[in-house]
């Protein structure tokens, strides 16, 4: 008898690498171009500095590539002006002119500061979602989707725990 789980990895990986699974992760946004990242050291910890560095949800988020419950962290509601940063190396990646209220309970912004993230494809969940993640120290940050408003059409939807916030 085959086991659900077995199923659904079967399933996942023929999806994955049938033509409409490929489609979409090649629709998928990519890294920018390695000339256009600015000049700054990638961090590169081991993973008892990370433990040490951050809280236990920042460092699962972070360095795990775990998701927040949804409406759990205070950035949804913030509205002043300033900087999004990476909470794991401090590096800037969004500014609050491109937040928005996705209604979906996470931080949702319509455009990233230039060069301030990477992207990779991520099957997780089967359908093959665009992962993005702090150029600097590589940490998990969230998705984009592309149901997002004007100009960008773009949803980046972020875990909060794996941001601070900088008022202008």
């Given at each position: ?34 000339s256009t990242i600015p000049d700054f050291e990638k961090w590169q ?124």
């Amino acid at each position: 008898m085959i086991k659900r789980r077995d199923l659904i990895s079967t399933s996942a990986a023929a999806f994955a690498f049938t033509a409409g699974g490929r489609a979409f992760a090649e629709e998928a946004l990519t890294n920018p171009d390695p000339s256009t990242i600015p000049d700054f050291e990638k961090w590169q910890l081991s993973d008892s500095e990370w433990k040490k560095r951050l809280s236990p949800e920042a460092y699962r988020v972070l360095r795990k590539e775990a998701t927040e419950r949804a409406w759990t962290s205070d950035l949804n509601d913030e509205k002043r002006k300033g900087i999004y940063a990476c909470a794991g190396c401090g590096l800037d990646l969004f500014s609050s002119d491109a937040k928005f209220d996705s209604g979906t309970g996470w931080p949702s912004f319509w455009d990233v500061l230039p060069n301030a993230i990477g992207t990779k494809t991520d099957f997780k969940l089967i359908v093959p979602r665009t992962e993005y993640h702090c150029a600097r120290c590589g940490g998990h940050q969230g998705h984009v989707f592309k149901d997002g408003p004007a100009p960008t059409g773009l949803r980046y939807c972020n875990n909060g725990v794996a941001l601070t916030f900088r008022p202008s």
